[in-house]
């Protein structure tokens, strides 16, 4: 089956700094990736999608500047909190498309001090 | 526009009882509909999914869903609980025409021995 990587899958950082996280398709290309936020005991919100080789497209209410997304290649797309804060302690999952199916990757918990 | 409800938030059955998960959901489409569970601090996994094909879908786990076009839903069942079933699950709804999902609210399964 298909599968989808995220590093790191655990992350605590000073408020101030900021945070790289990958998300890798293993065994396919995905062209799409979606980059999602849980927060505690909430469903998942759709952040951005992210596609290869051009801009991603943010969902309302989400800032760009501060959540840069890069999909490079077609196996790689790393989504970058700038200057994070508390609030922005998260579960941030991503999600790589295949024909018309998403895969999930295991998510990464980031906690800000 | 989509949506998807999940009538539930929580949800308590005893080991080796049935179990239902309700949902339901509006699309001016066909949809591609999807159900998830999520263990504690893990990432979401594939139990089923419908995409137009047969109206009972079997999943893994045991897990089997219908759809109900008529009643615009697409309920979750499984015939014997087992303790570990005790999870999140999440319906999802995908758009046909850019593959955006949207998650519902999630269903928090308790399973008593």
């Known amino acids: 089956g298909a599968v989808v990587s995220q590093h790191p899958s655990r992350v605590i950082c000073k408020s101030g700094t900021s945070v790289k996280i990958e998300c890798r398709s293993l065994?396919?290309?995905?062209?799409?990736m979606f980059w999602y936020r849980q927060f505690p005991k909430q469903s998942l919100m759709l952040m951005a999608t992210?596609?290869?080789?051009?801009?991603?497209?943010?969902e309302q209410g989400v800032e760009k500047d501060k959540f840069l997304i890069n999909h490079a290649s077609l196996t790689l797309s790393t989504l970058t909190v700038t200057s994070a804060h508390p609030e922005d302690s998260s579960f941030y999952i991503c999600?790589?498309?295949?024909?018309?199916?998403?895969?999930f990757g295991p998510g990464t918990r980031l906690t800000v001090l | 526009a989509q949506s998807v409800t999940q009538l539930d938030s929580h949800v308590s059955v005893s080991e080796g009882t049935p179990v239902l998960l309700r949902c339901n959901y509006s699309?001016?489409?066909?949809?591609?509909l999807f159900w998830y569970v999520q263990h504690p601090n893990k990432g979401l996994q594939l139990l089923l999914k419908?995409?137009?094909?047969?109206?009972l879908v079997k999943g893994i786990n045991g897990f089997e869903a219908e759809f109900k076009k008529s009643e615009t839903s697409f309920h979750l069942t499984k015939p014997s609980a087992h303790m570990s079933d005790a999870a999140e699950y999440f319906c999802?709804?995908?758009?046909?025409?850019?593959?955006?999902?949207?998650f519902g609210k999630g269903t928090r399964l308790h399973i008593l021995p």
């Open positions: 999600s790589a498309q295949m024909v018309h199916e998403q895969f």
């Open positions: 065994d396919f290309q995905a062209t799409t």
């Open positions: 992210s596609n290869e080789g051009s801009k991603a497209t943010y």
């Open positions: 699309s001016s489409y066909s949809p591609s």
């Open positions: 419908y995409t137009s094909a047969a109206t």
């Open positions: 999802v709804v995908s758009d046909p025409r850019d593959d955006k999902i949207i």
